[in-house]
């Protein structure tokens, strides 16, 4: 028994309430460990499931929110920080929790999509007018280009920018090697290395570096949010269908209790309710038909202000997913692991 339930008790029986009656009216605790840019999205979420949940089964729910860059968030559960739930930037991240023998195999058919509730690209976020020009990856590549993206070793979101500067590569007709040496080139220009999405953001929103950021498609639509009139997006003619993938704790939920109230938290997720909520954080909504609500037939690839009619998602983008890597394990051994193509071409 925790420290508040014994607490809450002992309070009870000082007021002659039965023990019955004092865990009635305490709420359960779920911790969801996530990565950096969905702290907006979790925020809104966690009121909504709140709401329901107490309508559905007449209790209340207490949610903890943890966020950073997808890979570190992955190795602090794996080395001890609780979570009953975790919604990461890539199945790779969570993989690390089946190796470390904290989630079960099979994570990905316990929930509809590969567990993918929703799913975002990547984009560029540049300053007001484009002053680099910047229309596609290999601007990118051009000297005295300042590019801000996160780390492949500790960001999930890092890693589908690495692999989608990778796929465009591959359909410009050059070799392996080309790439690596294209891509080394992309690296050379990066002035800065944040272990996370969100810290990517700040250095180039807030601390004004760089010319061009790789970003999730929802952080750059906040940056146009927050910062009415200062950036811009640009789509590149191709991106990466980025799917996170949510997944319970199975032995935090079955050493807790919690399995039901996590698996109601995550299941919520694909409800119409919280779909039209992703969409409103700009996720992609994995139902089609909400997608479609939100889908705009501009065609053009760059994106000065928000849309007024909310219809911000451009379908017209060629997306590569994570099969055309081979998966996860293929692709990580291949780019992310100590020693992998990444390392090859980054120097410090």
């Known amino acids: ?37 969905t702290r907006e999205l979790y925020a809104a979420y966690n009121e909504l499931f709140q709401a329901h949940y107490l309508e559905e089964f ?29 919604t990461l930037a890539l199945e790779g991240d969570v993989d690390t929790l089946v190796d470390a023998g904290l989630i079960e195999e099979g994570y990905t058919s316990e929930f509809d999509l590969d567990s993918s509730p929703y799913t975002s690209t990547i984009v560029f976020l540049v300053r007001s007018g484009n002053p680099q020009d910047i229309q ?18 500790t960001s999930g979101g890092a890693r589908w920018n690495y692999l989608a500067a990778w796929y465009y590569f591959e359909l410009q007709g050059q070799s392996d090697e080309e ?8 690296y050379e220009n990066v002035l800065v290395l944040d272990s996370g999405a969100r810290g990517a953001t700040t ?18 639509f ?33 050493s807790r209790g919690t399995r039901e109230v996590a698996t109601e938290y995550l299941s919520y997720l694909y409800s119409d309710e919280a779909q ?29 202000e928000l849309p007024e009619d909310g219809k911000w998602i451009n379908t017209n983008v060629e997306l590569t997913d994570i099969s055309h890597f081979g998966g ?7 780019h992310f692991v100590d020693g992998g193509i990444f390392d090859s071409i980054y120097e410090e």
């Not at 209790?59 to 009953?84: R, Y």
């Not at 992703?278 to 037939?297: Q, V, W």
């Open 276 to 304: 039209r909520l992703e969409a409103e954080n700009y996720y992609r909504p994995s139902n089609e038909e909400i997608l479609a609500e939100y889908a705009t037939e501009d065609e053009g690839n760059t994106i000065t």
């Open 136 to 153: 596609d990856w290999d601007d990118l590549l051009k000297e005295g280009v300042g590019v801000i993206t996160p780390n492949p070793k």
């Open 328 to 334: 996860w394990t293929e692709a990580t051994e291949t």
């Open 1 to 37: 028994m925790n420290r508040k339930r014994i607490t809450a008790l002992a309070a009870a029986i000082l007021l002659g309430v039965g023990s019955a009656s004092a865990y009635a009216s305490a709420a359960v605790e779920i911790t969801n460990v996530s990565y950096d840019p």
């Open 58 to 86: 007449g209790e209340e729910v207490e949610i903890v929110q943890s966020h950073g860059g997808s890979g570190k968030q992955a190795l602090e559960v794996a080395n001890g920080l609780e979570a009953d739930v975790v």
């Open 203 to 220: 250095t180039f929103t807030e601390n004004g570096q760089g010319d061009v950021l790789i970003a999730w498609e929802n952080e750059a």
């Open 179 to 186: 790439i690596q040496e294209s891509i080394k080139t992309l």
């Open 222 to 254: 906040l940056a146009l949010e927050e910062y009415p009139g200062e950036y811009e997006i640009v789509v590149p003619s191709v991106s990466i269908l980025c799917q996170p993938t949510v997944a319970i704790v199975d032995e935090v939920v079955d």
